[in-house]
C-alpha cells in the first residue's frame, strides 16, 4: 500500500487516500474529537472493501467495487497510522476506536473477522473499542455468527454494533440501499443474542433525509429501548447527496429536533451525532473522498473543499 495523498487538519481529522499494491484506491482517516485530545480519544475509521457494490443513493463509495482487502490490507491501515503516533504500537489513549466503517460493506469481508480477532497480538491498548456498521445484508448470516463468537469472547462489553437503518419505511429503505438485507425482525432476533448485560447497546444509526419517516409504532414493534440506542447523524454531502438533491434532516445549528424529541417520549435513548461541520468539509465522515474529487463539478460548499495533498511515497 502507498499513501498517494491526503486531506484535513491534524486538529480534527485526516484523510488518507492510498493505492492497493495489485491496483485499486481506499481511504481511511484518524480523527480526534474535540475539545477531547488525542490523550483521551482517538478514533481510525477503515476500508474493509476497494470500492463497494451495494451502491446506496447516497454513498459515493458503492458502485466500484473492485475487491475484498485482505488482512494485511486491513492492517495496513491501522499500522500506518498506529506508527506515525506510537511506533511501539502501544497505543496511549483513554479510547481508542477503529470503525469498520469507511469503504465497503464489512460483513462481505471475513478478513474483517480475522483482523478482530489478532488485533490484541498487534497491539498494546488499555480501551480499545471495536465499531462495525453494517446494512445487514442477506447471505451474511455466517459472518455475523462468527462475529458474535468474537465479540463475546474478546469483547465482551466493548464492541459497538451499529445497523444503518435510514428509515423506518420498507421500501424508501429498499430505495436508498438496493440490495437485500436482513428484515427488521431479523435485525432485532439476531442484536437479542449479541447484545450481553454490562455491554453497549446496540445502535440504529439514521442518516435521516428530509424526506425518509421514521415511525415510533414501528420501532417499537420490532426494537426494545433497552437494546437499542437511536443514532442519528446528517447526510453527508456527499457527490450522490448533492445529485439526488438529497436533504438532511440533522443540521448544524438546530438546537431540537421534533422527532427526537417525539422518540424520547417513547422511551428510547437517542443520540444526535452531528460531528465537526469542518469534519464534513474535509470529508472525513462516510462517503468517498476521492469519488467525490472525481466529480468535483457536482460538489457545493457546503462539500469537500478541503485541498488534496499529494504524498510522495
Ligand atoms: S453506505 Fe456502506 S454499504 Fe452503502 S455503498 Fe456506502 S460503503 Fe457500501
Given at each position: 500500500?502507498?499513501?498517494?495523498?491526503k486531506?484535513?487538519?491534524?486538529?480534527?481529522?485526516?484523510?488518507?487516500?492510498?493505492?492497493?499494491?495489485n491496483?485499486?484506491?481506499?481511504?481511511?482517516?484518524?480523527?480526534?474529537?474535540?475539545?477531547?485530545?488525542?490523550?483521551?480519544?482517538?478514533?481510525?475509521?477503515?476500508?474493509?472493501?476497494?470500492?463497494?457494490?451495494?451502491?446506496?443513493?447516497?454513498?459515493?463509495?458503492?458502485?466500484?467495487?473492485?475487491?475484498?482487502?485482505s488482512?494485511?490490507?486491513?492492517?495496513?491501515?491501522?499500522?500506518?497510522?498506529?506508527?506515525?503516533?506510537?511506533?511501539?504500537?502501544?497505543?496511549?489513549?483513554?479510547?481508542?476506536?477503529?470503525?469498520?466503517?469507511?469503504?465497503?460493506?464489512?460483513?462481505?469481508?471475513?478478513?474483517?473477522?480475522?483482523?478482530?480477532?489478532?488485533?490484541y497480538?498487534?497491539?498494546?491498548?488499555?480501551?480499545?473499542?471495536?465499531?462495525?456498521?453494517?446494512?445487514?445484508?442477506?447471505?451474511?448470516?455466517?459472518?455475523?455468527?462468527?462475529l458474535?463468537?468474537?465479540?463475546?469472547?474478546l469483547?465482551?462489553?466493548?464492541?459497538?454494533?451499529?445497523?444503518?437503518?435510514?428509515?423506518?419505511?420498507?421500501?424508501?429503505?429498499?430505495?436508498?440501499?438496493?440490495?437485500k438485507?436482513?428484515?427488521?425482525?431479523?435485525?432485532?432476533?439476531?442484536?437479542?443474542?449479541?447484545?450481553?448485560?454490562?455491554?453497549?447497546?446496540?445502535?440504529?444509526?439514521?442518516a435521516?433525509?428530509?424526506?425518509?419517516?421514521?415511525?415510533?409504532?414501528?420501532?417499537?414493534?420490532?426494537?426494545?429501548?433497552?437494546?437499542?440506542?437511536?443514532?442519528?447523524?446528517?447526510?453527508?454531502?456527499?457527490?450522490?447527496?448533492?445529485?439526488?438533491?438529497?436533504?438532511?434532516?440533522?443540521?448544524?445549528?438546530?438546537?431540537?429536533?421534533?422527532?427526537?424529541?417525539?422518540?424520547?417520549?417513547?422511551?428510547?435513548?437517542?443520540?444526535?451525532?452531528?460531528g465537526?461541520?469542518?469534519?464534513?468539509?474535509?470529508?472525513?465522515?462516510?462517503?468517498?473522498?476521492?469519488?467525490?474529487?472525481?466529480?468535483?463539478?457536482?460538489?457545493?460548499?457546503?462539500?469537500?473543499?478541503?485541498?488534496?495533498?499529494?504524498?510522495?511515497?
Open positions: 500500500m502507498k499513501i498517494r495523498a486531506a484535513g487538519t491534524e486538529d480534527i481529522a485526516t484523510v488518507y487516500i492510498a493505492e492497493l499494491e491496483g485499486g484506491v481506499i481511504e481511511f482517516v484518524e480523527s480526534i474529537q474535540p475539545p477531547l485530545p488525542l490523550e483521551k480519544k482517538w478514533v481510525l475509521i477503515v476500508s474493509t472493501l476497494c470500492g463497494c457494490p451495494v451502491d446506496c443513493t447516497f454513498c459515493d463509495a458503492g458502485g466500484s467495487f473492485r475487491k475484498k482487502l488482512v494485511e490490507e486491513i492492517f495496513s491501515q491501522i499500522d500506518y497510522i498506529v506508527s506515525g503516533k506510537f511506533p511501539d504500537r502501544k497505543i496511549r489513549t483513554e479510547k481508542f476506536k477503529i470503525q469498520f466503517a469507511r469503504i465497503g460493506e464489512p460483513s462481505f469481508n471475513p478478513a474483517v473477522l480475522e483482523v478482530l480477532g489478532k488485533f497480538e498487534r497491539y498494546e491498548t488499555e480501551n480499545f473499542i471495536p465499531s462495525v456498521s453494517t446494512i445487514a445484508p442477506k447471505g451474511a448470516e455466517n459472518f455475523f455468527e462468527k458474535l463468537d468474537i465479540k463475546n469472547s469483547y465482551p462489553e466493548n464492541f459497538q454494533l451499529q445497523f444503518s437503518l435510514h428509515t423506518t419505511d420498507r421500501k424508501r429503505r429498499d430505495e436508498m440501499i438496493p440490495v438485507k436482513w428484515s427488521f425482525g431479523e435485525i432485532a432476533d439476531y442484536s437479542e443474542r449479541f447484545y450481553g448485560k454490562g455491554g453497549k447497546k446496540i445502535t440504529l444509526n439514521f435521516l433525509e428530509e424526506s425518509s419517516p421514521v415511525e415510533a409504532d414501528v420501532l417499537e414493534k420490532y426494537f426494545n429501548p433497552e437494546i437499542f440506542l437511536l443514532k442519528f447523524t446528517p447526510l453527508n454531502p456527499t457527490a450522490k447527496v448533492i445529485r439526488n438533491n438529497y436533504k438532511s434532516y440533522i443540521r448544524p445549528g438546530i438546537e431540537k429536533f421534533g422527532l427526537i424529541e417525539k422518540l424520547n417520549l417513547h422511551g428510547y435513548e437517542t443520540l444526535v451525532s452531528i465537526e461541520l469542518e469534519e464534513n468539509r474535509i470529508g472525513s465522515n462516510c462517503g468517498q473522498y476521492i469519488s467525490s474529487t472525481r466529480e468535483s463539478a457536482e460538489t457545493s460548499g457546503e462539500s469537500y473543499t478541503y485541498k488534496i495533498n499529494k504524498v510522495n511515497s
